[in-house]
């Protein structure tokens, strides 16, 4: 398809290409991950500078020729640069735009993606929950948004969605047994490889991070040791999904803040 077209996205990276241009991924809710040319975005008064930046939202006004697109304008821009200013929110959002690259295509539409950073951006802006807490809960809805996300909504041997106090959680599998059916002595989390004693509180967290509207996903506290437990489990879960080393994880890791 070639001509005008206008697409809601968020900027997931921009490189500097040639000498006053830039190129930029963009995820958008109708064409999933494109890259555009953003002709002349680094000379100084150039209108596509700000929009051509990381984390930038907005309608993207872009022409499509033959093999590439080029972005014209964006209307209605938020550009999250708060972000810029704390490094650990800031690489924390870059590791949402990386992993986004790594789990989204071209001509795929990827609403619930672009809606799911967005809200991940606001979270990690307004401050109520840890960039580390709102990493977790991103990496488990952006799984399920992937169609990957691991049944843990019932019992994989008696079907039930019974009141246990503990389940045993096959990380491989994407299965969960309960604390009968597991015959789980010792309700304590427990990682044992890839199998994990996970408690029912951390279950629901899961379900809850699979199944919540997006205006009320960012808005749960977990006591510290439940915390430490979702985390490890998301950790785990996530891990046997991506197969590929990130570079913002690394980033993340020699900064200290990857648990
Ligand atoms: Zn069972």
Redesign the pocket.
């Known amino acids: 398809m070639t001509g005008e077209l206008t697409l809601t996205g968020i900027v997931l990276s921009s490189m500097p290409v040639g000498d006053y241009d830039r190129r930029v991924s963009i995820l958008t809710s109708e064409k999933g991950r494109i890259s555009a040319f953003a002709r002349n975005a680094r000379r100084p008064m150039s209108s596509l500078r700000a929009i051509s930046m990381p984390f930038t939202y907005g309608k993207f006004s872009m022409y499509a020729s033959r093999d590439a697109y080029s972005v014209n304008a964006c209307e209605n821009p938020i550009y999250f640069d708060s972000l810029s200013s704390d490094i650990e929110k800031m690489y924390h959002a870059m590791y949402f735009c990386e992993l986004l690259s790594y789990f989204t295509r071209e001509n795929s539409e990827e609403r619930e993606q672009v809606k799911l950073l967005f809200t991940a951006l606001k979270a990690l802006e307004k401050g109520n929950q840890t960039p580390a807490f709102i990493r977790r809960i991103f990496e488990i809805r952006c799984l399920a948004n992937y169609g990957e996300a691991p049944n843990i909504f019932e019992?994989?041997?008696?079907?039930?969605k019974?009141d246990?106090k503990a389940w045993l959680f096959d990380i491989k599998q994407g299965t969960i047994?309960?604390?009968?059916?597991?015959g789980l002595k010792n309700t304590a989390f427990r990682k044992d490889g890839t199998v994990l004693t996970i408690p029912e509180t951390v279950r629901y967290a899961m379900h809850y991070c699979i199944t919540a509207q997006y205006k009320s996903l960012f808005a749960f506290k977990l006591t510290p040791e439940l915390e430490n437990q979702f985390a490890a489990t998301v950790e785990a879960v996530i891990k046997n999904h991506v197969d590929k080393p990130l570079k913002t994880l690394e980033i993340l890791e020699t900064l200290g803040y990857n648990q």
């Open positions: 019992c994989s041997a008696c079907m039930k019974t246990t047994k309960c604390e009968t059916c597991a």
